[in-house]
């Protein structure tokens, strides 16, 4: 079946960097679009970042352009979220998610029938 897991989430100062990690299996991953949501206490999932694996170019929500990147190792068929910059507003858990598709509307989180477990990232001022 279908498993996305999650690793490389912590606590880190503001301005410092982490990087996030979903190793996937159980699908075809050549021809995903894979994506990162984040969720804060109290709010709803958010859109992070996107990519499709038959490519190498990203998509982000305009709060982490310029400090996050998303990319993928098709060997391992893992992607990774590397966060530089972090601010304290980037405190969430995070979650991987994937769809048999494009990326078209990839910030839906509807859109998406497969999560993995999330990793918590924690930012402190």
């Known amino acids: 079946q279908v498993q996305l897991v999650e690793s490389g989430g912590g606590s880190v100062q503001a301005g410092g960097s982490l990087r996030l990690s979903c190793a996937a299996s159980?699908?075809?991953?050549?021809?995903?679009?894979m994506a990162w949501f984040r969720q804060a206490t109290g709010k709803e999932r958010e859109a992070v970042a996107a990519i499709y694996t038959g490519s190498i170019g990203g998509y982000y929500v305009d709060s982490v352009k310029g400090r996050f990147t998303i990319f993928q190792d098709k060997a391992n068929n893992t992607v990774y979220l590397q966060m530089n910059s972090l601010k304290p507003e980037d405190t969430a858990m995070y979650y991987c998610?994937?769809?048999?598709?494009?990326?078209?509307?990839?910030?839906?989180?509807?859109?998406?029938?497969?999560w993995g477990q999330g990793t918590q990232v924690t930012v402190s001022s």
């Open positions: 998610a994937a769809r048999p598709s494009g990326c078209v509307w990839w910030s839906r989180s509807t859109q998406f029938a497969a």
């Open positions: 159980g699908f075809t991953y050549s021809t995903n679009c």
